[in-house]
């Protein structure tokens, strides 16, 4: 997938030419592309005279950032005790072959990322599916399907 140049030179533009705006501008090509692209890494390594390992140590700390493309939609799995206990680890396993993905990959098609997380901060729906910002409990695998149709 070919990243737009352009896009990347005015988001880099919007920001004061120092590495104070680092973060600022990796999240925005976050949001603007979906992941960080090396090309906007490279160009903004060039623009602030900052490092490349310096801004790839940023996009690979940062768990809000991707340095793969990410789907459309984001699929999380809480994995914290309570969901553990009620069977997310029978979830992820269902999403990953009813998607043909991977746990912190996206599918082919682009349209869904899988991320299995630490905690959502709502044990008492446990377990937890999260789709975007939408909120599934008392989640089992036989509604896995039903769910991910929602968001196809």
Known sequence: MAVNIKK??????RYEKSEE???AILQDFQRE???VPEEGM??????????????YAMGTFYKAL????????TIKICMGTACHLKGAGQ???TLERGLNVERNHTTKDKKFTIESVNCVGACAMAPVVVVDEDYFGHTRPSKVTDIINKYN
């Open 8 to 13: 990347i030179d005015e988001i880099i533009a």
């Open 21 to 23: 705006s680092l973060l």
């Open 33 to 35: 592309f979906r992941y």
């Open 42 to 55: 490279k160009r903004l390594s060039e623009v602030l005279n900052v490092s490349e390992s310096k801004i």
């Open 66 to 73: 991707s340095l793969e493309p990410r789907g459309k939609h």
């Open 91 to 93: 979830i992820i396993e």
